[in-house]
């Protein structure tokens, strides 16, 4: 014999004593699970991070210590090349060479730095905006500004006339 499951009625009535949440308090729920299910991302987001940083400062200290490494190796080579040209000149000789090819290498290094540097840009846009603060930073009661303030449109600082009126 075949039993019947019980089926709730079609109707928008309820269960004797049971209760539906209102909307209020169905969003309210619906915001704080939001909420904690972002904190949980977060927390999650802190804790890769951390353990990435932690192993990239590991990798930049390797790199740090082979640089010092290949200092010292550099210290050896020259000093090399020195004892290598003594064999066919004198010893003060050989090393007076390597003393000005470093210098020679020194300033070549020296003026490659200087020519990048001089390409560096200055922020021009922020300067732009730095010379509206002063209009920007005027006290105006709130509701009653009666200057138009700068605007940022496609990465580019639309100025107005600070002094002209509001209309």
């Known amino acids: ?21 209102s909307v209020g308090t ?21 804790a890769e991070i951390g353990a990435s940083v932690k192993r990239g400062g590991a990798g930049a200290g390797a790199f740090a210590a082979a640089g010092a490494m ?3 190796a550099g210290f050896f080579f020259f000093f090399f090349l020195a004892e290598l040209l003594a064999v066919w000149l004198p010893r003060w000789a050989a090393f007076l060479i ?9 300033a070549v290094v020296g003026f ?3 020519r990048l540097v001089k390409k560096i840009k ?20 709130p509701g009653q500004r009666t200057h138009d303030l700068p605007t940022v449109r496609d ?8 002094h002209a009126r509001l209309r």
Do not use: C, N, Y
């Open 112 to 114: 490659v730095g200087w």
């Open 70 to 72: 290949l200092a010292f």
């Open 26 to 46: 169905l969003a309210k729920s619906a915001m704080t699970d939001v909420s904690t299910l972002v904190r949980s991302e977060i927390e999650l987001a802190k």
């Open 155 to 162: 990465g580019q600082v639309v100025r107005q006339d600070a």
């Open 1 to 21: 014999m075949a039993q019947s499951v019980p089926t709730p009625p079609l109707t928008g009535s309820t269960a004797a004593g049971a209760t539906e949440p």
């Open 98 to 106: 390597v003393f000005a090819l470093l210098v020679l290498l020194a």
């Open 122 to 141: 200055k922020p021009e846009r922020t300067i732009e905006t730095l010379q509206d603060l002063p209009d920007v930073m005027r006290r105006e009661a």
